[in-house]
Every structure is written in C-alpha cells, then in structure tokens.
C-alpha cells in the first residue's frame, strides 16, 4: 500500500503562474522527497527535506514540511510549460520507501 | 556519468509466457529497487537489494516473481508465468546508502504488456 496521498490529482495552470500541491502521510518519517515524471520516462529527484527541516529551496522549487500534520508541500514558482509532469512524494521510514499518487501539472504556454 | 540503464524498454506477451528485465545501476550504488507502477500511480516497491542482498521483498509476489543481482551490481528481474494484470511499468532505481541523502536515481523504465 502506498503511505503518500497526493492532492490535488490534477492542476492545470497558466504559464508564470505558481503552483502547489500537497502531500499527505502516515507514519513517522526520516526525510520526505520530491520526484517528477514525464510523460513515459523514470523518475527524477527534485529535491529532499529532512525529518528535523521545515523548509527547503531549490531553485524555483520550495518544500514545505509539517510532521506534526504529517504533510508537505511543493511550490512551483513561475512555471513554465516544460514544468508538465507528474510530481510524486516518496517518504522514507528508515526502512521503506513510499511513493504516493501524484498530482499530474499541465502548465498552459 | 552514465545513468540508471533497463533493457527492454517495450516487451509484448501472451499471458502464460515467461518474461525478464534488466537492469543495470549506477556504477558505486550499493542499493538498487525494482517497482511496479500503474498507470495513473505512483511506483510501489517490489523489492530492494543491498549489495547481494534482497533485504525487503515483502512486497514481491513470491509465486510467480523472482529477482537477482549477481555481484551486487545488475540485477534482473523474472515473472513467470505472467498474467494479463502483471501489465505495468516495471522501474529500477538505485542509490547510495549510508550518505546524507537517500535519493534514488531512476531508470526509464520497460513498460510490459501482457495479451
């Protein structure tokens, strides 16, 4: 079973525009991480924020973390068209990895 | 550096057949994951090796999926006979534990299709 809830499902957004979506989990974790997909490829690593961190940046990327609500966020700032994918949340317990949902982003040129 | 490299990227079957995947990681990963994912879902984890060893298969179906990695490094991974719900994306990672960051690096994937 998947531990990550991903919401929303979809997003779809103007070019420039920001975007946001939420990851919700279930039991304690060591780090959280951020995953895209593109249509028909692997995974690849976005960005990682530990247990005991509230706030990451990368770029145009910045992740939130509450462990007390047991979630997390991804901000996109200023999208751009080729930001089309699907992000996924994996949590690490230490011991298993989870992948959530997703939430697939259509960024409208 | 090369990446997370799979073969094939496409395989068609019939269902009952036997069918193999292989990966091969990024040179120094001591960890490599194989998952399946659906469409429409995020990858699920059907097992990890460390080094030689398969340290969570808890999520491997056991009566038709196998896997190895002979000396650590490649890995393949077996279903037989496959069913027509064992269609997916079949995705391996790798990654290398024990730094600060447990991020996995990601192959593109053989997308099976079981008829």
């Known amino acids: 079973s998947q531990q990550g809830e991903e919401d929303p499902q979809a997003l779809s957004i103007q070019e420039g525009e920001n975007a946001t979506m939420n990851c919700s989990y279930k039991?304690?974790?060591?780090?959280l991480q951020w995953y895209r997909q593109n249509s028909g490829r692997g995974l690849v690593h976005l960005i990682l924020i530990r247990s005991n961190e509230r706030e990451k940046h990368s770029g145009r990327l910045r992740v939130t973390l509450d462990t007390s609500k047991k979630s997390s966020s991804l901000l996109i700032t200023a999208s751009r068209a080729a930001d089309t994918a699907s992000y996924f949340c994996a949590t690490n317990t230490g011991n298993q990895f989870y992948f959530g949902t997703g939430t697939s982003l259509t960024v409208i040129p | 550096e090369a990446g997370v490299v799979q073969s094939p990227r496409y395989k068609i079957i019939e269902k009952k057949q036997p069918v193999a995947f292989w990966c091969n990681p990024i040179?120094?990963?001591?960890?490599l994951y194989w998952y399946l994912q659906n469409l429409g879902q995020g990858p699920e984890l059907l097992i990890r090796?460390?080094?030689?060893?398969?340290?969570?298969d808890s999520q491997l179906p056991k009566d038709r999926f196998s896997a190895e990695r002979l000396k650590g490094v490649d890995s393949t991974l077996k279903i037989q006979p496959a069913e027509l719900g064992d269609s997916a994306v079949y995705l391996c990672?790798?990654?290398?534990?024990?730094?600060?960051?447990?991020?996995?690096?990601f192959g593109p994937g053989t997308r099976l299709t079981v008829l």
């Open positions: 090796y460390e080094n030689e060893e398969a340290v969570d």
């Open positions: 039991t304690s974790i060591n780090n």
């Open positions: 040179s120094g990963h001591n960890t």
């Open positions: 990672a790798s990654s290398l534990v024990g730094t600060s960051t447990d991020t996995q690096y």
